[in-house]
């Protein structure tokens, strides 16, 4: 028996480029879309794995804002918490510059000394305050993911 070739297409080639425009569609606009299920059981099945991996897709992109924006709070919130301990040890250092002959040597050092463990204990809590996102990457499975791409 031989196999014969039509160039005409078959019904489940209209059905899988039907299903990839509507696809097509769904990626260019952005809207959050879903596929329509078809009356085909095969195709069903296809749809609704690609309306769960479009679910995982949008759900992926919302934890990755979410991060992105407690990122940005965090680095607003380090600057501001680590500009008060730098200004104030700039503000004695100048002035013993500017002024070396009013300076008490060892007075100058314990305050400087004491804005730099203000400064630590900053970074200590910014390194705190960091390592629940590196968790929460890690819990989501995609701490590995993102070593993969990472600049070597």
Do not use: W
Not at 111 to 120: E, F, I, K, M, N
């Amino acid at each position: 028996m031989s196999a014969i070739s039509t160039s005409e297409p078959r019904p489940c080639t209209y059905l899988l480029q039907a299903m990839a425009g509507e696809l097509e569609l769904i990626n260019r606009c952005d809207t959050g879309g879903r596929m329509k299920e078809r009356p085909d059981a095969a195709a069903t099945r296809l749809v609704r794995a690609i309306n769960a991996a479009l679910v995982r897709s949008e759900e992926a992109e919302k934890r990755a804002r979410c991060l992105l924006e407690e990122q940005c709070r965090l680095g607003a919130d380090a600057a501001h918490a680590l500009r008060t301990p730098v200004a104030a040890l700039r503000a004695e250092l100048e002035e013993a510059v500017l002024n070396p002959a009013h300076v008490d040597l060892d007075e100058l050092l314990t305050r400087t000394l004491s804005a730099v463990g203000r400064l630590q204990e900053v970074i200590e809590q910014l390194q705190l305050l960091a390592g629940p996102s590196v968790a929460v990457l890690e819990a989501g499975g995609y701490g590995e993911r993102l070593r993969r791409f990472a600049p070597r």
